[in-house]
């Protein structure tokens, strides 16, 4: 069937609801190539009735595999390395020194798209090398991604020795890792800090609990600006006065105004809550938390998702 320009608008405009990719007609291609075997795979005679299909109420497995096929898993420990260095130099010593002298020993972080796993097992390196003591600590790191197969790999732990060589300094592989069959399991003291959660970042935010950290890299280039300065200030409803938040190395959150801090540190940028310009009333003065009221989200099928971390042990 050969589509025409309105039926890749259609196409994509649904594709932008259901997960936020935003996608113009420069990228027709992509229904080829991404949607043509899922098209094929379930017997259907054009990408149009995969997505009249999916629309449907009963259509939630056709969603999910949508979803799987347009989503990108581009990922590696230590991804352009220089965040992790102003985190573990800059930004969680000066985390530790403050909840140190507040004897507060919890740290709270979220890997936001998290994809197979490696972003999340590489904050657990930087945390287990800043941190000696960590068992009198309760760290919990929620790492969460839209895409089910690719979590189902990150709980795992296991990569192969060719996703070891992305990015992993050497002296972790032996320290953090051990040979099992199919290649190498991340080590238990770093894996049972994090618990594996699907989520679609369009659905509104339902956590239990504030994020001294959060990492949202190399996700929000894929939503329109609208989208994105949506997310952002819902994440900065769930930072603590201190929080700290990266950004993908070709992102920035100019688009937010002047809500968010930028500081440098390592050659990266990341980003804190700017105290002296948010609206007066965001500010409970009682306790470190930003108190506007959260934004809507998009339009879109994902559900709203609670979280209960698990207990530390």
Request: proline content about 7%; overall charge positive; hydrophobic content about 40%.
């Amino acid at each position: 069937m050969q589509l025409t320009p309105t039926n890749v608008e259609f196409i994509f405009d649904y594709i932008e609801d259901l997960c936020g990719i935003a996608l113009d007609d420069t990228k027709g291609y992509l229904i080829e190539a991404r949607l043509g075997p899922l098209v094929k795979q379930l017997a259907f005679k054009s990408p149009m009735e995969l997505i009249e299909k999916a629309k449907q109420p009963s259509g939630e497995a056709i969603r999910k595999a949508l979803v799987e096929a347009m989503t990108t898993r581009e990922t590696f420990f230590f991804r352009d390395s220089s965040p992790f260095e102003a985190l573990q130099f800059k930004a969680l010593p000066e985390m530790l020194d403050g909840k140190l002298k507040e004897n507060k020993r919890k740290l709270r972080v979220w890997s936001a798209a998290a994809s197979t796993g490696q972003e999340a097992c590489s904050i657990g390196i930087v945390i287990c090398e800043m941190i000696p003591d960590m068992h009198n600590w309760d760290i919990q790191i929620l790492a969460t991604d839209i895409s089910e197969d690719a979590l189902a790999k990150a709980r795992t732990g296991i990569y192969t020795k060719m996703e070891m060589e992305r990015g992993l300094p050497k002296q972790y592989v032996s320290k953090y890792f051990s040979p099992v069959s199919g290649g190498f399991k991340i080590t238990d003291s770093i894996h049972r800090l994090i618990r594996f959660q699907q989520l679609n970042l369009l659905a509104p935010f339902q956590f239990p609990n504030l994020f001294d950290i959060i990492f949202c890299r190399n996700v929000a280039i894929y939503f329109e600006k609208k989208v994105k300065i949506d997310l952002f200030r819902r994440m900065l409803n769930l930072m603590p006065l201190n929080g700290t938040l990266f950004v993908g190395a070709s992102e920035s959150l100019f688009d937010c105004g002047t809500e968010f801090r930028p500081m440098q540190h390592c050659k990266s940028t990341f980003y804190q809550p700017n105290l002296l310009t948010l609206p007066p009333g965001t500010i409970n003065t009682t306790s470190p938390t930003l108190m506007r009221p959260l934004t809507s989200a998009p339009p879109s099928q994902a559900p709203s998702t609670s979280f209960s971390l698990r207990p530390v042990k």
